[in-house]
């Protein structure tokens, strides 16, 4: 087995790091010594050096399974950029043959592939024409029903990967509850002592979550109190727009769209400007954020419950990732519950018991009055202390809050 003196190196010369974060070396040591694992980290964690090093390493090709096309060619940008030999087969990518051939001769340290390979035969050819060191699954809470993403090309994988019965796995998530984590186990064939998780609490964000009365009034006066740069969720794209433009004209900061729906040169120049800026304000739907590594972002708000208490948990941890004090604020009412409610009796049976589930714990959630952080790393699997110290329900708890904000508590109730 390596000791740390030889893995240091490694990745150094590879990354420019200096040392490992959290668990990382626990879970790249796991990896060498071939015990297949589930790592379930944070956003913003490091998961993709845990395969990334190993692979390296290894003799062979680690197969990585990641879910979209966008977030495989980020992943082997940045790869490539570290000198790892990577390259990705999927129908975006002309250079298949190329791949192929570099695969076979054991010229790749990393093949990205898109989950609906796992199922065609010429696929699992492919792989026996070579050499396999690791396989790395990405957003393996994808195999899941219980989490919030399902890709049933993700169920797939168990077959291929046990005809490969002797190539160590490692799923990696950040998102899963206790029920989904045993579930993503047993799915990928994954011994229950092979997981290993991080800890989830952010202690530099501020969580507050409190009532929409007069949403636009409350934005605008958080864009006036809370410099440097922030992202605002909304539920649509109208809302997106409307917001953006009311919201500059009413704070006179810098404050851009992003949605799905804007041509894609513009939401491009957007996310830029985001990137580069030091207080600008992007108003999005959750089709912004992922694979954008901007660590001081220093608030982000909710105008609207958003779609589980994982999707709250991955959109708040955008910010503050420098460790600087950093904001999350919800703004939420009953009607958004309601709506959500609604769609459930449109889904199918196996769908709907998730997302019932989801829901009652996102209620439960924004109207429960003890501590946010408490809640939020109980529904991970920890066991925290019952008062984080900052949260709204820990700094405006009765006997710790002035007047004004046990009034504004009251009428919120
Ligand atoms: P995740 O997939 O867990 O969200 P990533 O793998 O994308 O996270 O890594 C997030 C960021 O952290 C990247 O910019 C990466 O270069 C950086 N990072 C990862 N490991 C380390 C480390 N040991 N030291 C410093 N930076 C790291
Ligand atoms: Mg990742």
Excluded at 322 to 340: E, R
Excluded at 391 to 403: I, K, M, S, W
Aim: hydrophobic share 40%.
């Amino acid at each position: 087995m390596l000791d740390s003196a030889e893995l240091l190196p490694a990745l150094h010369t590879t990354f420019g790091f200096s040392a490992f974060r959290g668990v990382q070396e626990q879970v790249v040591r796991r990896v060498l010594a071939g015990q297949s694992t589930l790592a379930v980290m944070p956003t913003g964690a490091g998961k993709s050096l845990t395969y990334q090093l190993p692979a390296t390493m290894m003799p062979g090709t680690c197969v990585v399974i990641s879910p979209l096309i966008a977030l495989m060619h980020d992943q082997l940008r940045s790869a490539e950029a570290n000198g790892i030999r990577a390259a990705s087969l999927t129908s975006a990518d002309s250079n298949r043959e190329e791949t192929i051939d570099r695969f076979r001769a054991g010229e790749l340290d990393l093949l990205y592939v898109a989950p609906e390979r796992a199922s065609q035969s010429h696929f699992r050819e492919l792989l026996n024409a070579g050499q396999i060191s690791l396989f790395a699954i990405d957003e393996a809470h994808c195999v899941s029903e219980w989490g919030h993403d399902f890709r049933p090309d993700y169920r797939a994988l168990r077959p291929l990967m046990d005809s490969f019965a002797q190539v160590p796995r490692l799923a990696l998530t950040a998102t899963a509850d206790a029920h989904t984590r045993a579930d993503v186990l047993a799915q990928l064939g994954i011994d229950a002592a092979g997981l290993i998780v991080a800890g989830f609490d952010r202690p530099n964000i501020r969580y507050a979550i409190r009532h929409r009365q007069g949403g636009f009034t409350q934005l605008r006066d958080l864009l006036k109190e809370q410099p440097g740069p922030g992202i605002i969720y909304a539920p649509t794209r109208r809302k997106v727009e409307d917001l953006a433009q009311k919201l500059g004209e009413a704070t006179g900061r810098r404050v851009l769209p992003y949605h799905a729906g804007l041509p894609a040169e513009q939401r491009a120049a957007n996310q830029s400007a985001f990137v580069a800026s030091e207080d600008m304000v992007m108003v999005a739907t959750v089709a912004f954020g992922m694979g954008i590594d901007k660590p001081d972002v220093r608030f982000v708000a909710h105008a609207g419950v958003p779609k589980s208490i994982e999707s709250y948990y991955q959109e708040t941890g955008r910010a503050g990732r420098d460790g600087d004090d950093s904001v999350a604020v919800m703004f939420w009412a009953p009607a958004d519950f309601v709506l959500a409610r609604e769609r459930l009796s449109e889904m199918d049976e196996s769908r709907r018991k998730g997302e019932r589930t989801r829901l009652d714990a996102l209620s439960a959630l924004v109207e429960s009055p003890s501590c946010r952080r408490a809640i939020l790393l109980r529904h991970f699997g920890e066991s925290p202390p019952e008062k984080c110290g900052n949260c709204d329900n820990c700094l405006e708890a009765p006997g710790v809050a002035d007047g004004s904000v046990v009034a504004q508590k009251l009428l919120s109730a």
